[in-house]
């Protein structure tokens, strides 16, 4: 009986390679013709003479826009890539990768390592080449932007282009030919510091301590949700935490307190450019406040040509809400980091105060750090403090936009392993980990992130 076992097992091993041999020397191309059948194309009636539109009845024109509408708004067909080949050993490369993918926060079970496994034992190419496909793409989706769905992340509208559906297949199909699915899986990872030390963080953490697992894990997410690479230098504003922070190469050179978006104006999470700082600015009332200002003193009426008005302005001055300094920083959210004329709030413990912009401790002084680093000389500390003290409202631009991050994590870590939790101020976290724990087949491709 094991004779025979051993025979099957014999006969199925050299099956696998005889079809491996046949089409690995096919082009990479080879199941194009598999994944999708041609369409025929439809006969198409011999075109009539042209004329001038100018000449066209202007009905047979109007006709013609209704019933045929312009090339470009038609879109183009979806891209179909070939099915590439696996080799089992990339294939079982990639089943250790899932096997471990905890140490990630995340599931193996999202990714089902056992029919994997069953595909590496069936002996069937072509059986391996989908499901291996299947498992990196649903991999690289993760690691790239994270496994909660969009629609479960309240709040947050900052994008993410680390990955698409082109990129996906090119990484596939380098990291086959050159036997290096684990790194090149790894290479999708967060590169910011604060995801490695939340990684050893839940490394260190006994499992059963369920709640603060759960915390974790579902942070590291959210850092996947990030683009992988901040850029060099950038401000992130961490609303959990109601801290600002200046970051270069990794460091933070400059860190100070933040009044975030109260409870009924949450602050949106977003990234944009800061392209300068207005000084002595005025503040343009937003409509959703406008009920709250309207009439008093202090503000101005804007009117319009027929002599309506149409808003409220807040000159400069002491009661100016936005204080002494705006950070340019266009969004279609209105949300900015800027002074206040109300400083004692920064010393409340819970500082979820404001309509949604970011009110920053000393903002004057970030400004004064961006421009002496950037060493422009028009726009010294001096220079800065004579405009102040002037009154006038002055913009004043970088040579550099600078990228902001506005964002929310619930946790953090040090490098020595201590980990800090922060009050779920918007209470998020909830449904953010329930979206997490999902069982169910993930409802997004990387196409549609």
């Known amino acids: 009986m094991s004779l025979k076992k051993n025979g099957l097992a014999m006969g199925m091993r050299v099956k696998f390679w005889v079809t491996f041999s ?103 190419p072509l059986l391996l080449a989908k499901t291996a496909t299947d498992r990196f793409n649903r991999v690289s989706g993760d690691l790239a932007f994270g496994h909660v769905p969009r629609a479960e992340r309240d709040g947050w509208h900052i994008p993410d282009r680390d990955l698409n559906r ?44 369920t709640a603060q697992v759960n915390r974790l894990r579902l942070n590291l997410d959210r850092w996947r949700w990030l683009p992988r690479d901040l850029g060099e230098k950038y401000i992130i504003v961490n609303v959990p935490a109601f801290y600002v922070a200046l970051v270069e190469n990794g460091v933070t050179k400059w860190r100070q307190r933040a009044v975030a978006g109260a409870i009924k104006t949450p602050t949106p999470m977003l990234s944009v450019m800061a392209t300068g700082v207005s000084i002595n600015p005025s503040w343009f009332v937003p409509k959703s406040i406008e009920p709250e200002v309207r009439g008093k003193p202090g503000y101005v009426p804007l009117r319009g040509k027929d002599g309506k008005i149409k808003g409220w302005r807040q000159p400069p001055g002491p009661n100016n809400a936005l204080g002494e300094l705006k950070f340019v920083m266009y969004n279609p959210h209105n949300i900015y980091l800027h002074d206040t004329n109300a400083r004692s709030r ?104």
């Open 22 to 124: 046949a089409l690995s020397a096919l082009p990479v191309a080879w199941a194009t013709a598999q994944t999708a059948a041609p369409v025929p194309a439809k006969p198409q009636a011999k075109p009539a003479a042209a004329q001038p539109a100018a000449a066209q009845p202007v009905a047979a024109q109007t006709q013609g826009a209704a019933a045929q509408p312009p090339a470009s708004t038609v879109p183009p067909p979806p891209v179909v890539y070939p099915t590439l080949i696996w080799h089992p050993r990339d294939a079982q490369d990639l089943l250790t990768f899932i096997e471990q993918i905890g140490s990630e926060g995340l599931d193996p079970a999202d990714y089902d390592p056992a029919g994997l496994a069953m595909a590496l034992r069936s002996g069937d």
């Open 166 to 209: 082109e990129r996906q297949f090119l990484l596939m199909r380098a990291a086959l030919e050159q036997h290096r699915v684990p790194d090149s899986l790894r290479g999708l990872l967060p590169t910011h510091p604060q995801y490695r030390d939340l990684k050893n963080a839940l490394s260190t953490t006994p499992r059963d301590q």
């Open 346 to 449: 920064f010393n409340s413990q819970i500082r979820s105060l404001s309509h949604g912009c970011i009110r920053t401790q000393n903002v004057v002084d970030l400004a004064k750090t961006i421009f002496a680093e950037e060493g422009n000389p028009a726009w010294t500390a001096e220079k800065i403090d004579a405009v102040l003290a002037s009154k006038k409202t002055v913009q004043a631009d970088f040579a550099k936009p600078i990228p902001v991050y506005i964002v929310y994590f619930s946790t953090a870590a040090s490098t020595d392993g201590k980990i800090v939790n922060y009050g779920d101020v918007y209470k998020r976290d909830p449904k953010v980990l329930a979206a997490l724990l999902d069982k169910r087949p993930p409802r997004e491709t990387v196409a549609t992130r």
